[in-house]
């Protein structure tokens, strides 16, 4: 797979299997943002990706990315993961969804292209 072309059903077979490194990663999100973005990616974003192409939930809340990335041996401050995450989808690499959760309304993510026929009871309507 080439940097120009993130095929995230293709990424996520690719990196479950180990195919993609971080640095490959790295390269695809800075082709989807464009060569006049003035965003920095680095590790983060690729360990953030990575944590999302490998679950099993199609969405995920930032606590349980969280928690995720600290079962993989990745800490993370939450501050430094937004961050990460508004970055990830200007880069239309993942999705932000809104899903009721306790009564309020709670973003959710997941890797853009995701397959949306097993949905859960917790996953957010289909459109």
């Known amino acids: 797979m080439t940097p120009e072309t993130l095929d995230p059903a293709a990424a996520r077979h690719a990196a479950i299997a180990g195919a993609l490194s971080p640095s490959e990663?790295?390269?695809?999100?800075?082709?989807?943002?464009?060569?006049?973005?003035?965003?920095?990616?680095?590790?983060?974003?690729?360990?953030?990706?990575?944590?999302?192409?490998?679950?099993?939930?199609?969405?995920?809340?930032?606590?349980?990315?969280?928690?995720?990335?600290?079962?993989?041996?990745?800490?993370?401050?939450?501050?430094?993961?937004?961050?990460?995450?508004?970055?990830?989808e200007e880069a239309r690499v993942i999705e932000r969804h809104w899903a009721q959760h306790e009564g309020r309304p709670r973003s959710v993510y997941r890797v853009a292209g995701r397959s949306r026929d097993?949905?859960?009871?917790?996953?957010?309507?289909?459109?």
Request: hydrophobic letters at 45%; a positive charge.
């Open 25 to 88: 990663l790295i390269a695809q999100i800075r082709t989807r943002l464009g060569p006049t973005s003035a965003r920095r990616v680095g590790t983060a974003h690729a360990t953030v990706l990575n944590a999302l192409i490998a679950v099993d939930q199609e969405f995920l809340d930032v606590n349980a990315l969280y928690k995720a990335l600290l079962d993989q041996g990745s800490p993370m401050v939450m501050s430094k993961l937004y961050r990460v995450l508004k970055v990830l």
């Open 118 to 127: 097993e949905e859960g009871p917790g996953d957010p309507p289909r459109a």
